[in-house]
């Protein structure tokens, strides 16, 4: 008899919540992964940045499981699949895994625990992707909040040590069954390539941290965390991350309850989960939803230097950075009128980071559907924004060295009239309801 222990958006051995509890649990631990068919066989870059970083990861953790007597057993099929393999390999007591709030994943576990307790076994799951989830921060009437401010209040009233508190999964490694090592799948098994991307470092840069509040707006200055990427696949421990920042500096920590926050709003607003507005007159919009648009939006070739600039970077690098998100957002669902969803896709495609809560949450802000929304009368001016927060221009010039001579595009939309049109449009939309 034996307990598994699923690791999927927590690849990481120490302070782990959910293998803590599977180790503890009584059984020998066989710890699995699963490369998801019903979600790689979608991909369709098969150079995609982000398999490359699971793969490598878990080919990491293989290294440390082998050197302790056990072994990662890794499956490249469905979730339901790999569940019914595992039955029949072992008789198994529970398995052990850590909450995921979106619908696919919402989905996927209730199948996996009916299959499970068919089996006379079950899916245990534990909090560890966020500090603070479901229902453990509520307005006082008992409703989920829709308003960062006063949730983010509540948020810090709530919080105690024990939110914070590492669990010391590394007390009980020989726990973990003991097997001979098994095969990772190479990535070429699976379809996939690697390419020579260079992932931000998971070590906290305190000194960067200090200096957040100040630095953090101007796309040309590395003056954010850059850990985008590890809290996505949770190489690294939100408890350990929030616990530092706490200390080092209060806006970068609230930054982390707005990654909390847009998870709890998934949580409790399915028809979000779904893919719909959060406030549903929105969905009245009449969206241009131009293709030829989009594309030139997509390449970084609208004629208007910062967005141009952004969507570069974004599709050089995985990056892009948060002041700069803002701006292309805005720029596609107001001043081309293009569904807000088709940024959102494109988003999800590229980021290294991408995460549905906060892209969904980025997204919607930006399109002013969103809770706590910018305003629909609000239109980013890309000038402004240029020459509040790249005002010697050294962002646009590393993505656009070109901007400034003759064969630079010439701007797809004239600022004043899309801003004109965009305001007509969501006002016929709002006044619909
Ligand atoms: P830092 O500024 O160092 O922040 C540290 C961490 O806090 C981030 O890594 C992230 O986990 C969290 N965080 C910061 N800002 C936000 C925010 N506004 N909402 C939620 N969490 C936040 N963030 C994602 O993690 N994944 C996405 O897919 C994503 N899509 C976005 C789409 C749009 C349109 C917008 C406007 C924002 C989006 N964000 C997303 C939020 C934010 O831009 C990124 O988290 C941030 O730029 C990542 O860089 P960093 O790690 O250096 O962040």
Same mark, same amino acid.
């Given at each position: 008899?034996?307990?598994?222990?699923?690791?999927?958006r927590?690849?990481?051995?120490?302070?782990?919540a959910?293998?803590?509890?599977?180790?503890?649990?009584?059984?020998?631990?066989?710890p699995?992964?699963?490369?998801?068919r019903?979600?790689?066989?979608?991909?369709?870059?098969?150079?995609?940045?982000?398999?490359?970083?699971?793969?490598?990861?878990?080919?990491?953790i293989?290294?440390? /499981?082998?050197?302790? #007597?056990? =072994?990662l057993?890794v %499956?490249?099929?469905?979730? $339901?699949?790999?569940?019914?393999?595992? &039955?029949?390999?072992?008789?198994?007591?529970?398995a052990f895994?850590?909450h995921?709030?979106?619908?696919?994943a919402?989905?996927r576990?209730?199948?996996?625990?009916?299959? /499970?307790?068919?089996? #006379?076994? =079950?899916?245990?799951? %534990?909090?560890?992707?966020? $500090?603070?989830?479901?229902?453990?921060? &509520?307005k006082?009437?008992?409703?989920?909040?829709?308003?960062?401010?006063?949730?983010?209040?509540?948020?810090?009233?709530?919080?105690?040590?024990?939110?914070l508190?590492?669990?010391?999964?590394?007390?009980?490694f020989?726990?973990?069954?003991?097997?001979?090592?098994k095969?990772?799948?190479?990535?070429?098994?699976?379809?996939?390539?690697?390419?020579?991307?260079?992932?931000?470092?998971?070590?906290?840069?305190?000194?960067l941290?200090?200096?957040?509040?100040?630095?953090r707006?101007?796309?040309?200055?590395?003056?954010?965390?850059?850990?985008?990427?590890?809290?996505?696949f949770?190489?690294?421990s939100?408890?350990?991350?929030?616990?530092?920042?706490?200390?080092?500096n209060?806006?970068?920590?609230?930054?982390?309850?707005?990654?909390?926050?847009?998870?709890?709003?998934?949580?409790?607003f399915p028809?979000?989960?779904?893919?719909?507005?959060?406030?549903?007159e929105?969905?009245a919009i009449?969206?241009r939803?131009?293709?030829?648009?989009?594309?030139?939006?997509?390449a970084?070739?609208?004629?208007?230097p910062?967005?141009?600039?952004?969507?570069?970077?974004?599709?050089?690098?995985?990056?892009?950075?948060?002041?700069?998100?803002?701006?292309?957002?805005?720029?596609?669902?107001?001043?081309?009128l293009?569904?807000?969803?088709?940024?959102?896709?494109?988003?999800?495609q590229?980021?290294?980071?991408?995460d549905?809560?906060?892209?969904?949450?980025?997204?919607?802000?930006?399109?002013?559907?969103?809770?706590d929304?910018?305003?629909?009368?609000?239109?980013?001016?890309p000038?402004?924004?240029?020459?509040?927060?790249?005002?010697?221009?050294?962002y646009?010039?590393?993505?656009?060295?070109?901007?400034?001579g003759?064969?630079?595009?010439?701007?797809?939309?004239?600022?004043?009239?899309?801003?004109?049109?965009?305001?007509?449009?969501?006002?016929?939309?709002?006044?619909?309801?």
């Amino acid at each position: 008899t034996v307990s598994i222990f699923w690791f999927r958006r927590d690849l990481r051995l120490q302070d782990n919540a959910a293998l803590y509890h599977a180790l503890k649990s009584g059984y020998p631990v066989v710890p699995i992964f699963i490369f998801d068919r019903n979600i790689l066989d979608k991909l369709e870059d098969k150079t995609d940045k982000r398999v490359a970083f699971i793969h490598a990861t878990i080919s990491d953790i293989q290294k440390e /499981l082998v050197a302790l #007597g056990s =072994s990662l057993e890794v %499956f490249y099929t469905t979730p $339901i699949e790999a569940f019914k393999q595992l &039955l029949q390999t072992y008789h198994v007591a529970a398995a052990f895994t850590n909450h995921d709030y979106e619908q696919y994943a919402i989905d996927r576990d209730a199948s996996i625990n009916q299959l /499970l307790q068919e089996n #006379g076994a =079950s899916l245990q799951t %534990f909090k560890d992707q966020v $500090i603070l989830e479901k229902g453990e921060v &509520l307005k006082d009437d008992g409703l989920p909040y829709t308003v960062f401010t006063p949730y983010s209040r509540k948020w810090k009233a709530t919080l105690t040590d024990f939110h914070l508190k590492a669990y010391p999964s590394e007390a009980y490694f020989n726990n973990f069954y003991n097997q001979a090592s098994k095969q990772v799948p190479t990535l070429e098994a699976m379809g996939f390539v690697a390419t020579d991307t260079v992932f931000p470092t998971k070590h906290l840069q305190e000194e960067l941290i200090k200096k957040y509040s100040t630095q953090r707006d101007y796309p040309a200055i590395k003056g954010t965390s850059q850990l985008g990427v590890h809290l996505r696949f949770g190489t690294i421990s939100i408890r350990g991350l929030a616990n530092r920042a706490k200390d080092l500096n209060e806006t970068f920590l609230n930054e982390l309850i707005w990654r909390d926050f847009y998870h709890m709003i998934i949580w409790h607003f399915p028809h979000v989960r779904l893919g719909h507005a959060f406030r549903k007159e929105y969905d009245a919009i009449e969206w241009r939803n131009n293709e030829a648009e989009f594309a030139k939006w997509c390449a970084g070739q609208t004629g208007y230097p910062i967005v141009d600039a952004g969507m570069r970077e974004l599709n050089a690098t995985g990056y892009m950075h948060n002041r700069v998100r803002m701006i292309v957002a805005s720029f596609l669902t107001k001043h081309l009128l293009i569904d807000w969803r088709w940024g959102e896709a494109y988003f999800a495609q590229k980021l290294l980071d991408f995460d549905f809560a906060a892209n969904n949450g980025g997204w919607q802000w930006a399109a002013g559907s969103g809770c706590d929304a910018a305003p629909y009368f609000r239109v980013f001016s890309p000038k402004l924004q240029t020459e509040k927060f790249d005002k010697d221009l050294k962002y646009i010039r590393k993505w656009v060295p070109e901007f400034e001579g003759f064969n630079y595009v010439k701007p797809i939309v004239v600022h004043k009239d899309a801003r004109k049109r965009a305001l007509e449009v969501y006002g016929k939309a709002l006044k619909k309801v």
